[in-house]
């Protein structure tokens, strides 16, 4: 009933956000003359501030068209690879028609970024793609809304998304011999499980793993965030934040965690930051300053765009994760494809590498929670394994913003580097010896794609004979066929 009455209320407001913004326009366009009137500039700013706060916010584009790579300005294609009931996997592939370029871009790591299913989309990290594209072919999962899957398609459950990265774990092993994996917040609990049952069974494992903000052992510094979880019983989540999605959305009948009370969680957390935000929003308008009015409706467009997820996940996670700490008390058994319980040991991962990171101000996975990975996986020397903890940072400023650039991405960079193969690390770095910076530019040129697709061809050939040694391992039937997935060709 609660999300029928929050679209009944969207219905509603819809209209009175579009005229607030006409009446803004109407009172700060130049030749107007209502733009005129002594109190205009804060009758502008007034409306605009209605309009941002009763819109609704859909899912944002990645919108990155261009990136440095060594002094050169390489293009950026979107495409999806693999197309999951529930997750894509998308690929940003670069294209240059300079052959030094290509032949640096050829031989740099492949790193998948595994994105939260927490409430906001996978352009969160934005940020994060950016920065690592100038040195890094990336993939990252992008989770769909779940109110935008037909019931036909199936549950969702905490042992589909280990499944899932799995699977695309294993897709990248196949197309290029190795990867990296680098996963933010909520991810890095599936993710571990996934390695370590990749590890347990003998299985080819990522190269690295970059793990950040996460709540591998949310008994450790407890936010609001795990005592929330910790005070209340899964009966009380499922009878008071589980909703069924209405009739006008794809996913009609399916149960969810809907995103609009995710979104009410956030904001509570920090009513008074936000607040103030929309305030200097506000004065921002009336003073004219644009520059700082886009900083914020960027930053909201993104904040407040949120996505459903599915109950069975959101209920496993709270209660694997926050309630009963299966994962640090070595007690989380996940069903594989084919149905069989198999216990999760990250003591038995023993070839990946281990760097985790943590922000100092991090009020949703607090210290030493995600630096408890290394408590578990005891199977990993001594020197491969890192931690940092980033001053004065906070949850999003350890993948976002300043910080990540100067502070993160080096640290990181330098990690997946230090354990990439030695034949192809000094081509990597030296897509490194310019600063970075990602931009929207024009689509890429015809002439480019040919040179990119040769440089691919050539990695997936060189990477065969890797492939082939991790073949007896994966399950028999071809992974991206699950459940009506596709695999996009181009």
């Known amino acids: 009933m609660l999300y029928k009455l929050y679209e009944m209320q969207r219905a509603m407001v819809e209209p009175f956000a579009d005229f607030a913004l006409a009446t803004s326009k109407l009172y700060s366009a130049p030749h107007s003359a209502l733009s005129q009137l002594p109190m ?7 409306f ?5 706060l009763g819109k609704d916010y859909e899912k944002p584009e990645f919108n990155l068209r261009s990136v440095d790579v060594g002094g050169v300005d390489v293009t950026i294609l979107e495409r999806v690879e693999i197309d999951k009931p529930f997750c894509e996997l998308r690929r940003f592939k670069r294209f240059s028609d300079d052959p030094e370029t290509l032949q640096a871009m050829l031989s740099q790591p492949v790193v998948l970024i595994v994105a939260p299913l927490s409430g906001h989309y996978a352009t969160l990290l934005r940020d994060t793609v950016q920065n690592m594209l100038s040195g890094h072919k990336v993939y990252i999962t992008d989770w769909k809304n779940a109110r935008t899957v037909p019931l036909s398609e199936g549950e969702f459950h905490l042992d589909d998304y280990v499944h899932y990265v799995q699977e695309f774990i294993r897709y990248l092993q ?26 347990s069974r003998g299985e080819a494992t990522p190269l690295t793993m970059t793990m950040m903000g996460g709540p591998i052992d949310a008994r450790r510094s407890p936010t609001a965030v795990n005592n929330l979880a910790e005070t209340r019983s899964i009966e009380w989540f499922k009878n008071n934040v589980i909703y069924e999605v209405p009739s006008s959305y794809p996913g009609a009948g399916r149960r969810v965690y809907p995103g609009f009370l995710q979104y009410s969680g956030f904001v509570a957390m920090n009513p008074d930051r936000h607040a103030s935000s929309h305030y200097d929003y506000f004065k921002d308008l009336i003073k004219g300053d644009e520059a700082s009015a886009e900083h914020h409706r960027k930053f909201y467009d993104e904040y407040n765009a949120v996505l459903d997820m599915d109950a069975d996940y959101y209920l496993e996670t709270i209660a694997t994760v926050f309630q009963e700490y299966k994962l640090v008390k070595g007690t989380w058994e996940v069903r594989n494809p084919e149905g069989r319980p198999e216990l999760v040991r990250p003591q038995d991962i023993r070839g990946t590498a281990l760097l985790t990171i943590e922000g100092e101000l991090d009020d949703i996975s607090g210290s030493g929670q995600t630096r408890a990975a290394h408590d578990l996986c005891t199977g990993i020397d001594a020197e491969q394994r890192q931690h940092l903890e980033v001053p004065g940072a906070g949850h999003y400023g350890i993948f976002s913003g300043s910080r990540w650039r100067k502070i993160v991405y080096p640290q990181v960079r330098d990690f997946i580097l230090a354990h990439q193969p030695a034949s192809a690390t000094q081509a990597s770095a030296a897509g490194h010896a310019h600063s970075v910076s990602a931009k929207p530019t024009p689509a890429a040129k015809p002439s480019a794609e040919p040179a990119a697709e040769t440089a691919d061809a050539k990695a997936v050939n060189s990477a065969a004979s890797h492939a082939a040694a991790y073949a007896d391992h994966r399950p028999a039937k071809a992974a991206h066929n699950h459940r009506g997935s596709r695999k996009i060709k181009t």
């Open 40 to 46: 205009a500039p804060r009758m502008a700013a007034g």
């Open 48 to 52: 605009n501030l209605l309009y941002r």
């Open 174 to 199: 196949d197309r290029y011999g190795q990867c990296h994996v680098v996963s933010v917040c909520q991810p890095t609990v599936p993710v571990l499980a996934a390695v370590s049952l990749m590890a």
